[in-house]
């Protein structure tokens, strides 16, 4: 199996007054931090895909091997990101995760998980599941490329997905970093003190 993840980093951090991708967490950046969850995990194609302060994004991507995908609509909001990132895809790719670089403490083991869930089972998408609600990042088959690409924009990839006939998988994890992302300041602040908590599984 060939797996690929698309990392959403294309924004201009409007709500959160500063550049999310390139703030510190911990040693290191949000950007780095989310690229670190899917290397750690063993998912060798990694993309981010960058828009706003691109430039200021590639050499942080690079130095980690990662390649960087430019999306010239990204004004147009997250779900262009998210058609850019699988129209860059090689259609011998099995599967691939999205996940915003807004929720950088996803443990690399639920990344794992997914794709033992996928292996097993095939879904149409597998989708991380806490304490019954869904977060991410959902790993979604390259069977629905061509749905996704020419779907309107409707409630973006959320809509794109529940529009299809097929449910999904979804897979319990204890992972409540599934669900915390950082919008705004008071958000970051509390982010950056659940990454050094002892019993963060990413530590």
Not at 35 to 57: L, N
Not at 144 to 159: A, E, F, T, Y
Not at 181 to 203: F, L, S, V
């Amino acid at each position: 199996m060939k797996y690929s993840a698309l990392i959403l980093a294309a924004g201009f951090s409007s709500r959160m007054g500063r550049f999310k991708p390139l703030l510190p967490l911990g040693t290191t950046t949000v950007l780095q931090r989310v690229i670190s969850i899917f290397q750690t995990a063993g998912v060798e194609d990694i993309r981010v895909i960058t828009g706003h302060r691109a430039d200021d994004i590639e050499p942080f991507a690079t130095v980690m091997g990662v390649k960087t995908i430019f999306n010239a609509d990204f004004k147009n909001g997250m779900f262009s990101s998210v058609q850019t990132g699988v129209q860059s895809l090689s259609p011998e790719r099995s599967a691939f995760f999205v996940l915003p670089v807004d929720i950088p403490l996803v443990a690399p083991d639920t990344v794992k998980g997914l794709l033992a869930a996928w292996e097993a089972n095939r879904p149409v998408v597998a989708y991380p599941i806490f304490q019954g609600r869904r977060g991410h990042p959902p790993l979604i088959s390259m069977g629905i490329r061509d749905h996704i690409l020419n779907w309107s924009g409707h409630q973006g990839l959320r809509g794109a997905l529940e529009a299809l006939e097929d449910p999904g998988l979804e897979v319990e994890t204890d992972d409540r970093y599934i669900l915390m992302d950082m919008d705004r300041p008071e958000d970051y602040e509390q982010i950056q003190q659940w990454a050094q908590t002892p019993d963060h599984p990413a530590r």
